[in-house]
């Protein structure tokens, strides 16, 4: 695997349940764990397709999960999928992720959810469904779109 140019890095209160999580609800899959000498998770990385996400604990009180912080979320995670969005999407469910918006689709071409998982990260999904044009998406959407390939 060749290595990432962005690699997001997401912090929990509870970094192992997360890492069972994320496997679960959207195929990550664990290839790095490294453990304190109390066996607490000091690092992680989990790979989908050819992206990387950090697991980690809450280290300071500016880090801190949306589980510690009222739910508050500063970004949020996409994930560009190419199997069926709507299994997808009943596998979240089903692994405990909170979604709280159903499948659907997207002016861009692309039909979404989105969900909050165990600790509240928000998180899209994705499927590109359809070509859509630029035209035909200013077009949906009312927008005016620059850069669009």
């Known amino acids: 695997m060749s290595h990432p140019t962005l690699i997001s890095a997401i912090v929990y209160r509870d970094p192992r349940a997360a890492l069972e999580f994320l496997e679960r609800a959207f195929g990550f899959e664990l290839f790095m764990l490294i ?6 998770v000091a690092h992680s990385e989990m790979r989908l397709g050819d992206s990387v996400v950090m697991v980690g604990s809450e280290w300071s009180d500016d880090h801190r999960s949306p589980a510690s912080t009222g739910g ?34 997207q002016f861009y ?39 669009w390939t």
């Open 35 to 40: 453990e304190d000498a109390d066996g607490n």
């Open 72 to 105: 508050k979320n500063t970004q949020s995670i996409h994930i560009k999928i190419a199997e069926d969005i709507d299994a997808h999407c009943a596998r979240a469910r089903a692994a405990g992720a909170d979604v709280f918006m159903e499948p659907a689709d």
């Open 109 to 147: 071409g692309d039909r979404t959810y989105r969900c909050r998982d165990l600790e509240g990260h928000i998180w899209t999904v994705g499927q590109t469904v359809r070509a859509v044009s630029r035209e035909e998406a200013e077009a949906a959407s009312g927008l005016k779109i620059q850069g």
